[in-house]
């Protein structure tokens, strides 16, 4: 069973960048799913972004307007999140799931299809 935890997060302003950090424990993420999501204040958590497990294709949601890309360090045991020209609609504690079945696609955002999750880490765009 592999645990994860997300870094990383904070406060930036409009415009600026940041890299979230998911970080596994008790098992690689090497060969897992890894999904990201987020939940905005009084919103739904959002599927944002997924990098496959097998092909290691990565899918984003349409709204980051190519803003965002996903990668994987695998001596660390980590998943990266590269969000750039943030903007304050990107606020939102931010999560990252794995599953070790799960192939990324057209559902990469269904929060059901992973099994494991982290904690979050919050965001902050503002001025």
């Known amino acids: 069973q592999v645990q994860l935890v997300e870094s990383g997060g904070g406060p930036v302003q409009p415009g600026g960048s940041l890299r979230l950090s998911c970080e596994g424990s008790g098992g690689t993420l090497d060969y897992r799913t890894i999904g990201w999501f987020r939940q905005a204040p009084g919103k739904e958590r959002e599927g944002i972004a997924c990098?496959?497990?097998?092909?290691?294709?990565?899918y984003f949601a349409d709204s980051l307007k190519g803003r965002f890309t996903i990668s994987r360090d695998a001596a660390r045991n980590k998943v990266f999140l590269q969000m750039t020209s943030l903007e304050p609609e990107d606020t939102a504690v931010y999560y990252c799931?794995?599953?070790?079945?799960?192939?990324?696609?057209?559902?990469?955002?269904?929060?059901?299809?992973?099994?494991?999750w982290g904690q979050g880490t919050q965001v902050t765009v503002s001025s």
């Open positions: 799931a794995a599953d070790n079945d799960f192939r990324c696609g057209r559902h990469y955002y269904i929060a059901e299809r992973y099994t494991y």
């Open positions: 990098i496959d497990r097998n092909s290691g294709n990565t």
